[in-house]
């Protein structure tokens, strides 16, 4: 009881932020410590800056997952609290919409499992992703890179990105495909176009540029004849429908989903955990650069903290969190590490999912729309798994590493399918992530010793793994990652393993 004391003083004692100097921005080469603020309107204006950096995948992969996007923004504000109570106000992060669990959470779809399956298995994950953390936290960092080294935590990442093709091929792309090219278009263009902030939130104006074109289309060119997700044959509809908009009202609470339970289902989400743990440290070390401090005591906490927001989260039918990169990002722009930015950010939110109107217009995103924002964020998904190979120079000459995570990637990507009994079987991403874990151990226990000896020449940490959760973090901007001695962004660091520049 004395301890649980003392943990309730010290986070109360967090809330006593410090005013940074006379509350303006900070000059160039000094930044807001997290236990800082500045004045509360500029504070204010920081938290709104990270609502929209987070706002496009923490609404859009709910979406795609087949969840009430309203009630998954109001949750992530919810998490967002609890995660930064749990670290201590050390970690200034956001907790927005994961995209780790997007494939499974398609195959629990195409096994006739609903929504109270899908929340259902991904708390399943949060509760083994707050185990791992405890794990972390009392046995240290070396024990999770022994299990899960970068050669398998990228091939694990690149599986996930890569078994969702055939949803974007299938479901959303057919819908509107000149729609689809133009929203992949923009987004490719304002990517590469753009700079700084407007560069790290492509994928939302992407969205926003798709949902207008949606519109004019409407409006100048009529309905249009193509297959919808709910029936095989082409059928005539507007690209677009604000019924549903018009019904709904301004204020109250979105739908609420409680969660059911299936060993089949929680085993073709639990690889996600795997990804989330090298996205969760590789922020904590962001941060931990940028801050100029010392986070490794808290980075079990940290992905503790992750694991218990999914759960809360998923419990009443939201969607699984982690942290942003996009916040991170907007931290390095800002050099405002102040950990009440993101409490405005999370209370905003939490607003937001009161407002079922706004809800409604989320949720009818066309899926012409969401087909070219697809192809691209599943592709960047895949591809950070061969940016963690990279960045942590593993070697495919090594039959270790190439011979089983071969045949791991190919068997998620199939997907192949492994029936054990008559209802019970493994496939796709589950099966995959199992090849590719197993069968690396394996590969390394049987190796002779030249083999083995030349794993030590790789990168062994999981400091550089990619992020996952939220991809278009990747689209431009300074590296949140990097920033130099003063904390300005943009400058790469030597971290004895190659330049990182995301």
Do not use: C
Request: glycine share 12%.
């Amino acid at each position: 009881m004395g301890q649980l004391v003392v943990h309730v003083e010290e986070a109360l004692m967090a809330f006593g932020w410090k005013l940074y100097g006379d509350g303006k921005t900070p000059p160039l080469g000094e930044a807001v410590a997290p236990d800082e603020r500045l004045s509360w309107p500029r504070t204010v204006g920081i938290g709104a800056q990270h609502v929209v950096a987070m706002f496009g995948a923490t609404f859009v992969f709910p979406i795609i997952m087949g969840l009430d996007a309203n009630l998954a923004i109001m949750m992530s504000g919810v998490a967002t609290i609890v995660f930064l109570l749990i670290v201590k106000n050390r970690v200034p992060s956001y907790l927005g919409t994961s995209a780790a669990f997007v494939g499974g959470v398609a195959a629990i779809r195409t096994n006739g499992g609903d929504s109270s399956d899908v929340v259902g298995a991904i708390l399943v994950a949060g509760v083994v992703l707050a185990l791992v953390g405890l794990l972390i936290h009392f046995a240290g960092l070396g024990l999770v890179n022994k299990v899960l080294p970068p050669a398998v935590t990228g091939a694990v990442v690149m599986l996930i990105g890569f078994n969702l093709a055939p949803v974007a091929a299938s479901t959303y792309w057919p819908q509107d495909q000149w729609v689809a090219l133009a929203t992949m278009t923009f987004v490719i263009v304002a990517s590469l176009a753009l700079r700084g902030f407007l560069a790290r939130i492509a994928i939302l104006l992407g969205l926003v540029f798709g949902y207008l074109l949606s519109v004019l289309l409407d409006a100048t060119a009529g309905p249009i004849t193509s297959v919808l997700p709910t029936g095989p044959d082409p059928v005539e509809h507007d690209r677009i429908n604000f019924d549903s908009v018009s019904q709904a009202d301004w204020f109250g609470f979105p739908d609420f989903t409680g969660p059911s339970f299936s060993l089949n289902f929680s085993l073709l989400v639990l690889p996600a955990v795997i990804a989330l743990v090298a996205e969760n440290v590789g922020h904590v070390k962001a941060v931990a650069e940028m801050t100029k401090r010392d986070l490794d005591p808290v980075m079990g906490r940290a992905v503790f903290a992750d694991g218990v927001g999914t759960v809360i989260a998923t419990s009443v039918g939201g969607s699984p969190t982690t942290t942003y990169a996009e916040n991170i990002g907007v931290m390095a722009a800002t050099r405002v590490y102040s950990t009440a930015a993101y409490y405005v950010a999370a209370i905003v939110a939490i607003l937001l999912g009161l407002v079922p109107k706004f809800g409604a217009l989320i949720n009818i995103v066309p899926g012409g729309v969401l087909g070219g924002i697809t192809v691209v964020l599943y592709g960047m998904i895949g591809l950070l798994g061969a940016k963690i190979w990279k960045e942590n120079r593993v070697d495919f000459a090594n039959p270790i590493n190439l011979v089983p995570l071969a045949a791991g990637i190919i068997i998620g990507i199939g997907p192949v399918r492994l029936q054990i009994t008559d209802n019970f079987s493994l496939e796709g991403i589950a099966l995959g992530s199992i090849v590719a874990v197993a069968g690396w151990h394996l590969a390394r226990a049987l190796a002779p010793a030249d083999m083995k000896a030349a794993l030590t020449r790789e990168g062994t940490s999981l400091d550089s793994a990619s992020t996952l959760g939220h991809t278009h973090d990747q689209f431009g901007g300074a590296d949140p990652s990097s920033v130099d001695e003063v904390g300005r962004p943009g400058v790469p660091h030597n971290r004895g393993e190659g330049t990182l520049n995301r």
